[in-house]
T-cell receptor, first 111, second 111 residues
Framework: GQSLEQPSEVTAVEGAIVQINCTYQ??????LSWYQQHDGGAPTFLSY????GLEETGRFSSFLSRSDSYGYLLLQELQMKDSASYFCAVRSSGGYQKVTFGTGTKLQVIP | NAGVTQTPKFRILKIGQSMTLQCAQDMNHNYMYWYRQDPGMGLKLIYYSVGAGITDKGEVPNGYNVSRSTTEDFPLRLELAAPSQTSVYFC??????????FGPGTRLTVL
């Protein structure tokens, strides 16, 4: 099976950089995805790492290290609108390729 | 393109009633998913499908049923509603599973 752990809450200052970690236990997966969800809204896709290393998309970057069973989402130049919950997710490489989401991290950006 | 649509947006059910949550996508995605999200919690996979006629159970399938007769539609059936099924239900679709597009959600209350 798959399990993905994230810190439950993170607080950071507007304009700063914040890192949200995701540690996982999995029997095999294709890659690590990240989603953002504002209160009352639906999750939206942010980033995907198929390979180890850093992927950059504007102010957001995501990193994966399979050898360490670890990934993170990096948010730079934080804005108030980045206050949201962030989820990591993996797609299993076995069977019908089930997707499992992490426990989620609620980010609060303060002035 | 409408993306992923879900109906209804809100519903109140009495204990023991049944209902079908509708989900449709117009992106020709083979992969479709149903999740539930309880307040302040993460996404739990109920059922998923990798193509028309192919479905499989997720983490929390008890009390639910699905069918996938077409690529576009993936309805979720609740039989004999219970208060524990009070939640927000999200449908999602994907080309392969790594980048999922979510519908706006259905907020269900069982009294």
């Amino acid at each position: 099976g798959q399990s993905l752990e994230q810190p439950s809450e993170v607080t950071a200052v507007e304009g700063a950089i914040v890192q949200i970690n995701c540690t996982y236990q999995t029997s095999g997966f294709y890659g690590l995805s990240w989603y953002q969800q504002h209160d009352g809204g639906a999750p939206t896709f942010l980033s995907y790492n198929a390979l180890d290393g850093l992927e950059e998309t504007g102010r957001f970057s995501s990193f994966l290290s399979r050898s360490d069973s670890y990934g993170y989402l990096l948010l730079q130049e934080l804005q108030m609108k980045d206050s949201a919950s962030y989820f990591c997710a993996v797609r299993s490489s076995g069977g019908y390729q089930k997707v499992t989401f992490g426990t989620g991290t609620k980010l609060q950006v303060i002035p | 393109n409408a993306g992923v649509t879900q109906t209804p947006k809100f519903r109140i059910l009495k204990i023991g009633q049944s209902m079908t949550l509708q989900c449709a996508q117009d992106m020709n995605h083979n992969y479709m998913y149903w999740y539930r999200q309880d307040p302040g919690m993460g996404l739990k996979l109920i059922y998923y499908s990798v193509g028309a006629g192919i479905t499989d159970k997720g983490e929390v399938p008890n009390g639910y049923n699905v069918s996938r007769s077409t690529t576009e539609d993936f309805p979720l059936r609740l039989e004999l509603a219970a208060p524990s099924q009070t939640s927000v239900y999200f449908c999602a679709s994907s080309y392969r599973g790594d980048t999922q597009y979510f519908g706006p959600g259905t907020r269900l209350t069982v009294l």
